[in-house]
């Protein structure tokens, strides 16, 4: 009930900029799990806009919209 957890990693020493498409996850907010700064939000359509800087990795919590 408190939202969906996501895990992204990046494994390349080539920063990355890709949209990914988180099927059956409501729109909402994504803040980082640790510091609640703000990352990116889940558009209606599931996609999440994520940026890694090379070896670099995060944990977001996408909290619904109410």
């Not at 990116?40 to 090379?54: E, F, I, P, Q």
């Amino acid at each position: 009930g408190r939202g969906t957890q996501v895990t992204a990693l990046n494994f390349g020493a080539q920063p990355v900029d890709e949209v990914v498409r988180l099927a059956g996850v409501q729109p909402g907010r994504a803040a980082d799990m640790f510091g609640a700064e703000r990352k990116g939000k889940v558009v209606a359509s599931g996609d999440l806009r994520v940026c890694l800087d090379g070896y670099a990795g995060t944990s977001l919590l996408i909290s619904p919209d109410s």
